[in-house]
């Protein structure tokens, strides 16, 4: 069975202060991809990264930084100098990759609130 | 950029309604799912779609709920008979194999009073 825990589940820091959010996962699959989605207090699911399983490769794209390690099967998110506006519930996801095509589903952990005070 | 588009955004009903839920997916996409959130709590898996058929259910997606592919375009959840505890964010998806994008849409809140 595939499971993600996301231990935190309220994060408060100050504006300018890093901050790293916490994502385990399980599986028994060796291919398989990972998410990371944002839900601002609209509601909407913001996609930020996609990672694949043979791409252990940290990716950065401006203050967020991703961290991918499957020796110890996590996937953590990096908020450098957080701002005010990054204030959401941050979730992760795991997919498993069928090459039939016909599932895909995500399974996601149950979120971290980041609040970040001005 | 290409969007998944839900309708209503908001919906309010009776307990013991039917309730559609629609879905617009990305136009060549292929796979497409229902997911739900509880107010607080995470992301749910419903159903996925694929070739005119279901593909996975989960335990929460039982007889009361029923998804269809009308037209070429549209893609619908419908909850025979709601209940209390169906009240919650429904979010919408579609996914293709070869770039293997997954793009949700903005979500129906669905309230059953």
């Known amino acids: 069975a595939q499971k993600v825990t996301q231990a935190q589940t309220e994060i408060s820091v100050v504006e300018k202060e890093d901050v790293t959010l916490d994502c385990v996962y399980e599986?028994?699959?060796?291919?398989?991809?990972l998410f990371w989605y944002k839900q601002p207090p609209s509601g909407e699911l913001v996609f930020l990264i996609r990672r694949n399983s043979f791409d252990e490769q940290n990716e950065i794209s401006g203050r967020y930084s991703w961290n991918f390690q499957k020796s110890t099967s996590s996937f953590n998110f990096t908020i450098t100098a957080s701002q005010v506006v990054d204030s959401a519930v941050y979730f992760c996801?795991?997919?498993?990759?069928?090459?039939?095509?016909?599932?895909?589903?995500?399974?996601f952990g149950t979120g971290t609130l980041l609040a970040v005070q001005p | 950029e290409p969007e998944v588009t839900q309708t209503p955004s908001h919906q309010v009903t009776q307990m013991g309604q039917e309730v559609i839920l629609r879905c617009v997916p990305i136009?060549?996409?292929?796979?497409f799912y229902w997911y739900r959130q509880i107010l607080g709590q995470k992301v749910e898996f419903l159903v996925s779609f694929y070739n005119n058929e279901i593909s996975e259910k989960s335990e929460i997606f039982d007889d009361q709920f029923s998804v269809e592919r009308p037209d070429g375009s549209n893609f619908t959840l419908k909850i025979r008979s709601t209940k209390l505890e169906d009240s919650a964010m429904y979010f919408c998806?579609?996914?293709?194999?070869?770039?293997?994008?997954?793009?949700f849409g903005s979500g129906t809140r669905l309230t059953v009073v």
């Open positions: 998806a579609s996914s293709s194999a070869e770039t293997y994008g997954y793009t």
């Open positions: 599986t028994r699959d060796t291919t398989y991809y």
């Open positions: 996801a795991l997919s498993i990759m069928n090459y039939g095509g016909a599932t895909n589903k995500l399974i």
């Open positions: 136009s060549n996409h292929l796979y």
